[in-house]
């Protein structure tokens, strides 16, 4: 837009169909984009439809984690974790 000093109306400018270092896109290749995105658009769809459908939380692990440690089945080396939480975290000063 542009304001004239003269007077204090706004003037529409014009924009351009493409940009000075754009070359014109023709109309074959917006068709192959929008069937392109359109295609991926749908597998996505799909796949998040599978993974709504999908328990997110394995409960009969839960359940199988659980026993083992009321029965002392499951070894826990508090050493090792001692030590994956210094790789991890770093030692504090």
Request: charged share 25%.
């Given at each position: 837009?542009?304001?004239?000093?003269?007077?204090?109306?706004?003037?529409?400018?014009?924009?351009?169909?493409?940009?000075?270092?754009?070359?014109?896109?023709s109309?074959?290749?917006?068709?192959?984009?929008?069937?392109?995105?359109?295609?991926?658009?749908?597998?996505?769809?799909?796949?998040?439809?599978?993974?709504?459908?999908?328990?997110?939380?394995?409960?009969?692990?839960?359940?199988?984690?659980?026993?083992?440690?009321?029965?002392?089945?499951?070894?826990?080396?508090?050493?090792?974790?001692?030590?994956?939480?210094?790789e991890?975290?770093?030692?504090?000063?």
């Amino acid at each position: 837009m542009e304001i004239s000093p003269l007077t204090p109306q706004l003037s529409a400018v014009q924009p351009s169909d493409t940009k000075p270092n754009e070359a014109p896109v023709s109309k074959h290749q917006t068709e192959n984009q929008s069937q392109t995105v359109s295609q991926e658009w749908q597998q996505l769809n799909q796949a998040s439809k599978e993974l709504d459908e999908m328990d997110s939380i394995d409960y009969n692990k839960i359940a199988q984690l659980q026993a083992e440690l009321a029965t002392e089945g499951y070894p826990i080396d508090l050493d090792r974790i001692a030590e994956a939480m210094l790789e991890e975290h770093g030692p504090k000063l």
